[in-house]
């Protein structure tokens, strides 16, 4: 059984975004869904509750609410903040620990983030398989501030980079989750690394970061003639709020000059507005992005992984076709980081991945999985 389904247009490239296809594993993980809720829900959210469904065919329903201990009866008791949306993928072997459970360990976490115009579905079937390989581990997929559906969780601006660790940080301590591994792809990097710099108390130690297809400092995307994330958001900034029809979209950017490739995965991002599917509008708050993207290149964490914690292991994996432009002192300062963090007590290593552009996950997912499987493979136990 499928741990769950979704569809995309054929192709995800662009910003962050992936393609991906529904996969079925014998034992499957279990898929839980986490929203915005509406004003109207009749339950304070405290604590994570488990509950069987009934068995269908070969697999099992698995179903998760975020509930109190007893139902709201009074207008008095306020709802814990909703932070982000997120999925949860659980391996077959997770047990789950109710929050004054002793008995249970901490279930190991590994936080998957996404880049710029995505979405934490991007990581859906990823996480799935790592599920399905390490099925003693769950894995969180969050949607960052003002992308997916936490677009409608209205954030106090900044929209910085350090925010956006700083929201997710809140909501692992919400979930009472202890996260082990996090994994970051492009503007998804840096929100890792700051998560990792800002907070020494809610990450336990060893903790390993995955930085992929990004540095610490200065962002070299896109080339002569390739798709640049700052034009794509300007230029989609400039549509109409309320579009027509998906194709409407389709052809304007075509029109402009982006690749066939991103103009069909940025259109995925169009909901309907209604039943009857006469309208359309994004399902990201552009004006919001556009201030994360503009903090993704001013952002500068070289200092922080020169100067590791002990027991923070960073991992950085460039793609061997990167749009991510990597600059030889890019590559010369990393490699003297490795040095330096491991006479203290850190880690950082340096990866390629072969056959590959910046979108990993679509470009290569065999070679990606292979590679961070590593992280698991060591806090397997």
Known sequence: MSAFSCSTASSSRGCGGFRFQSKTFPNPPRFIRIGSNSQSDSFSMHRLELVNGTRKGRGTCVRMALVDERQSTS??????????AYD?????????????????????TAVLVHGILGSGKNWGTFARRLAHEFPTWQFLLVDLRCHGDSASLKKRGPHSVATTASDVLKLVGQLRLTPRVLVGHSFGGKVVLSMVEQAAKPLPR???????????????A??????HPRELISFLRKLPKVVSSKREVLN?????????????????????TGPSCSSFSWTFDL?????????YEDTNLWNFVENLPRGVHVNFLKAERSLHRWALKDLQRIHAAEELASEEGGGVEMHVLEDAGHWVHTDNPDGLFRILSSSFQVLRT
């Open 206 to 220: 060893p903790v390993r970061a995955w930085v992929l297809d990004a540095t610490p400092g200065k962002v070299r």
């Open 252 to 272: 304007s950017l075509i029109k402009e000059g982006f690749s066939n490739d991103v103009a069909q995965w940025v259109v995925t991002n169009l909901r309907a």
């Open 75 to 84: 207008k008095d008791v306020a709802e814990p903040p909703r932070i982000l």
């Open 222 to 227: 896109g080339g002569d003639g390739e798709d």
């Open 287 to 295: 004006d919001g992005i556009s201030q994360l993207y503009q903090s």
């Open 88 to 108: 949860l993928v659980q391996g077959a072997l997770v047990k789950w620990r109710w929050k004054d459970d002793k008995s249970v360990p901490d279930t190991p």
